[in-house]
C-alpha cells in the first residue's frame, strides 16, 4: 500500500492588463503576470512541494524593426530529490499594432522547452533569447539560445556562447559547445561532445564528436579564435570582410585522469572543415556531420 499523502493548497493569481501606448516610442505599460502554487506534504521524495505556473511579458523590437511582444509562460516544480520537476518553459512572439495598440492573438513564431529560467539575452547577445536547464545527480546544467527573430533554436552550450563577428560587416556567428553530461541533448547517440556553428536566425553546422574508447566524463574546458588577428571585446572580432581562414579552438578536459584533448576546426568560407581538423591527444576521436534536427 503506498503511503498516504496529504495535499495543502496554496493559491496566488495576479493580472494585469496590457496596455499598449499608440506612439513612435510606445511601451508595455503593465506587465501581465500570474502564480499558481501547490504545496505538498507527502512522503513521496519524487513528489515536487511546490509548482509554481507564471508569465512575463515585455517588448522586443528597436526603432528600425515592428516592436513585438515576448510572453513567456514558465511550470516550475520544486522539492524532488531529482531536481525541478516539472521545469517547462514557452515563448512566443506576437505582433503589436501601433495604431491601434493591440496584440495579435497567435504567435509569429512559439517554442517550448525544459528549463527553470528565460530570459532576453542584453549585449553582446542581442536578439537571443536563454533558456536554462538544471540538471540533477553527476549531470551538468545546460544553456538553450533561440533566435528572437524566428524562435529557432540556435544552439546548446555548456558556457556562454563563443561570439564571432566582423570589422567590415555586421553580422555574426555563434558558437556552442554541448557535452556528453548535459542536462539536456540534442544528441541521443554516443559522443563527448556535440559543436555548434549558428548565425542570427538557424544552426548552420551541428558536429558530433566521437571518442569509442571513452565516451564519459568528458567536459568543455574552454573554446576560442587564438589568432592574431583578432580584436579582443565582449565579442571575438575578426579583421576580415567574410566567415573564413581563421580556426576554432576547442578544449575537453575529463574527470578522469586522460590527458585533455585539444581540437582544432578551420572555418572555410563560413563552413566548419572537418576534413581538416587537427586533434591532440585524441587518435580515436571522430568528427560527423549530423542533421540540426537530430
Not at 495604431?99 to 525544459?114: A, Y
Amino acid at each position: 500500500m503506498p503511503l498516504k499523502s496529504y495535499i495543502i493548497l496554496f493559491l496566488f493569481i495576479y493580472s494585469a492588463r496590457i496596455n499598449v501606448v499608440a506612439k513612435d516610442d510606445f511601451t508595455v505599460i503593465e506587465r501581465e503576470t500570474s502564480e499558481f502554487s501547490v504545496n505538498l506534504k507527502s512522503f513521496d521524495e519524487c513528489t515536487p512541494h511546490t509548482i509554481e505556473k507564471y508569465t512575463r511579458n515585455y517588448l522586443y523590437g528597436t526603432q528600425y524593426s515592428p516592436k513585438m511582444l515576448i510572453k513567456q509562460y514558465f511550470e516550475i516544480g520544486k522539492g524532488c530529490f531529482e531536481g525541478y520537476t516539472p521545469q517547462t518553459i514557452s515563448v512566443s512572439s506576437h505582433t503589436i499594432d501601433q495604431k491601434l495598440g493591440t496584440v495579435t492573438k497567435n504567435p509569429i513564431w512559439r517554442f517550448d522547452t525544459k528549463g527553470i529560467r528565460g530570459e532576453a539575452e542584453k549585449y553582446p547577445y542581442t536578439d537571443i533569447y536563454v533558456v536554462q536547464e538544471a540538471a540533477c545527480c553527476d549531470a551538468r546544467d545546460i544553456n538553450k539560445y533561440y533566435s528572437l527573430k524566428n524562435g529557432n533554436l540556435l544552439a546548446f552550450s555548456s558556457k556562454e556562447l563563443l561570439i564571432i563577428s566582423l570589422t567590415q560587416k555586421n553580422e555574426r556567428r555563434f558558437v556552442g559547445i554541448e557535452e556528453n553530461l548535459s542536462a539536456s541533448k540534442s544528441y541521443e547517440g554516443e559522443h563527448i561532445a556535440v559543436i555548434f556553428y549558428s548565425d542570427d536566425t538557424d544552426i548552420k553546422q551541428k558536429l558530433v564528436v566521437k571518442k569509442p574508447d571513452d565516451n564519459e566524463g568528458w567536459i568543455l574546458d574552454k573554446m576560442g579564435v587564438p589568432e592574431e588577428n583578432l580584436i579582443k571585446y565582449p565579442v571575438t572580432v575578426l579583421n576580415e570582410k567574410e566567415f573564413t581562414n581563421f580556426n576554432l579552438s576547442i578544449r575537453l578536459i575529463c574527470r578522469c585522469e586522460a590527458n585533455p584533448i585539444n581540437i582544432s576546426i578551420p572555418v572555410v568560407a563560413d563552413s566548419l572543415d572537418i576534413n581538416s581538423v587537427k586533434i591532440e591527444n585524441g587518435s580515436s576521436i571522430k568528427l560527423i556531420v549530423v542533421n540540426h534536427n537530430k
